[in-house]
């Protein structure tokens, strides 16, 4: 169970940063002309919904392993209980259920766009969390895999919010 | 006869198309207000038939490729951590068997069991079942090196009577932070208990104890040797 809990954990911190990717390379119109727009878009909402279900059972199998000596309420109430290497985890779950959730029930429609775009920008914390959690729980922070695993993947986080973010400079001055 | 064959229904489109026709020939009334009605139903009528599924679905082949991959990935990790797991049993198992340990285990002779300074918070196991160990080693507490690992030292000391580990005591753990102490509280009884199960120092990992678990088993393994290596017992 602990081998499961490690690797949902990984996986789910994987498909995590790659919604992220996905979705600011969309909305940095660099999706490039082969492939739709809508193409890009419902893979970022399928993998965020496939983020989800894997961090929902990183925790089903925490709270299965007994040897984890984690209840339902550590599992789903963020606190220092059982110490906020957990904590963080707990906190960055619900982030992403307040970012994932109202795209599968449709509630976006129904959201002005400022607050939609406020809601989303959510996942920016929650994958910080994730690492904060990863690390400061995780058994593998001391192999040179994980060093690197991390080092790859905030460069691949990093890299697309980069380029959004001079795309929004760049908007800016040429209207200023 | 032409104006018949031009006349043919071809599709149901056109039989509608015609229809709608027919009726503003000159001389008949002025279509009735079902023009509207019938736009969205031609719209529907075109767009059904043009690759059904495609547009409904987009991405779907990249979908079913993440939910593979995303599944493989995490059946191969968990599986690669068994794997590393037992192979640093086996490593562990190899090393104290062949190499000298670096701090001698320290053999206290005694007919009284349970003698060492024990840490305090951690309960120790009192065996109920003696356990079958090999032959001939001599009564007595052995006490196993310290393995260090990120988080601090852990020795255990394994307890003999009668040539059998009757108990194993922890004197050493990770005690530098209340998470520390927390885990290795939760860890350390599993640990204990599942070595007396096991009937060696071959025990499996403790979820959230990786380093204490790994630890645990070198000690005793070491403890273990020591006491054969004290009975006089090769191998």
């Known amino acids: ?176 | 006869m032409k104006d018949a064959d031009m006349t043919a229904p071809i599709d149901p489109l056109l039989q509608q198309r015609l229809a709608q026709l027919s009726g503003r020939r000159p001389g008949s009334a002025l279509p009735p207000p079902t023009v509207a009605k019938s736009a969205p139903n031609r719209t529907t009528a075109r767009t059904l038939p043009t690759k059904p599924g495609r547009r409904a679905k987009p991405a779907r082949r990249a979908k079913l490729s993440a939910l593979a991959i995303s599944a493989t990935t995490t059946l191969g990790l968990a599986l690669a951590f068994a794997q590393d797991d037992t192979q640093t049993h086996a490593s562990d198992a190899l090393t104290l068997a062949t190499v000298p340990v670096a701090t001698p285990a320290t053999t206290t002779p005694t007919t009284a069991p349970a003698a060492g300074p024990v840490a305090a918070n951690v309960p120790t196991t009192t065996v109920v079942a003696a356990l079958a160990t090999p032959a001939g080693v001599a009564d007595g507490t052995y006490v196993g090196a310290t393995d260090s690992n990120r988080w601090g030292p852990v020795q255990v000391q394994a307890v003999y009577s009668g040539g059998q580990i009757v108990d194993v005591q922890i004197l050493q753990y990770p005690t530098a932070d209340r998470k520390s102490v927390s885990i290795n509280q939760r860890a350390l009884p599993a640990l204990i208990s599942e070595a007396l199960s096991a009937r060696s120092a071959d025990v499996n990992t403790v979820s959230g104890a990786t380093y204490t678990s790994k630890s645990y088993r070198v000690s005793l393994q070491s403890a273990i040797d020591a006491a054969r290596s004290a009975s006089g017992i090769s191998g």
Do not use: C, E
Not at chain 1, 50 to 74: E, K, P, R
Not at chain 1, 103 to 109: D, E, P, Y
């Open chain 1, 1 to 176: 169970m602990w081998y499961l809990t490690r690797a949902t954990g990984i996986v789910a911190a994987l498909l995590a940063v790659a919604t992220l990717v996905w979705g600011f390379f969309f909305s940095a119109r660099n999706t490039g002309t082969r492939l739709r727009p809508n193409w890009w878009l419902a893979l970022h909402n399928y993998l965020g919904g496939l983020t989800l279900v894997f961090i929902g059972l990183h925790m089903v199998v925490s709270f299965i392993d007994t040897n984890a000596g984690l209840g339902l309420i550590d599992l789903l109430i963020p606190s220092g209980a059982v110490g906020w290497r957990i904590g963080w985890g707990v906190l960055a779950f619900w982030l992403f259920a307040i970012v994932v959730l109202p795209s599968i029930g449709r509630v976006r429609r129904r959201l002005p766009r400022k607050a939609w775009h406020a809601v989303h920008l959510l996942a920016i914390p929650a994958i910080a969390l994730t690492g904060v959690h990863a690390y400061q729980s995780g058994s593998d922070t001391a192999s040179n895999y994980f060093t690197t695993g991390l080092a790859l993947l905030i460069g691949i986080s990093v890299y697309p919010i980069t380029i959004r973010l001079l795309g929004i400079a760049q908007r800016r001055l040429a209207t200023a």
